[in-house]
């Protein structure tokens, strides 16, 4: 075999190599992902086919909250220490 042969034939291998292993675990992974646990088949076996959609709706609905950030409280310079019992010495932490 000449030298050109051989390389083409180390490149043939070695591609039809890579494509078997790709293939390969693209199945593997595809199968992993798609698999639905017993416990969620039964949990979805119990769902209606006839549902509520207003409650759908009202789920997918945000609620407004409103924090006021620029109030500051500040505490004591002190910081509470724990006797052995567990308990707060100083447990004051008023602002």
Request: zero cysteines; glycine letters at 4%; charged letters at 25%.
């Amino acid at each position: 075999m000449n030298k050109h042969l051989k390389h083409v034939v180390y490149l043939s291998i070695w591609s039809f190599t890579v494509v078997v292993v790709w293939i390969g675990l693209s199945l593997f992974f595809q199968s992993e992902r798609s698999q639905v646990s017993d416990e969620i088949l039964q949990e979805a076996d119990h769902i209606p086919p006839t549902f509520d959609r207003q409650a759908l709706q009202d789920l997918g609905r945000r609620r407004s909250v409103e924090i006021d950030l620029t109030e500051v409280v500040e505490f004591g310079e002190s910081t509470p220490q724990a006797t052995e019992s567990g308990e707060l010495e100083d447990a004051s932490l008023s602002p």
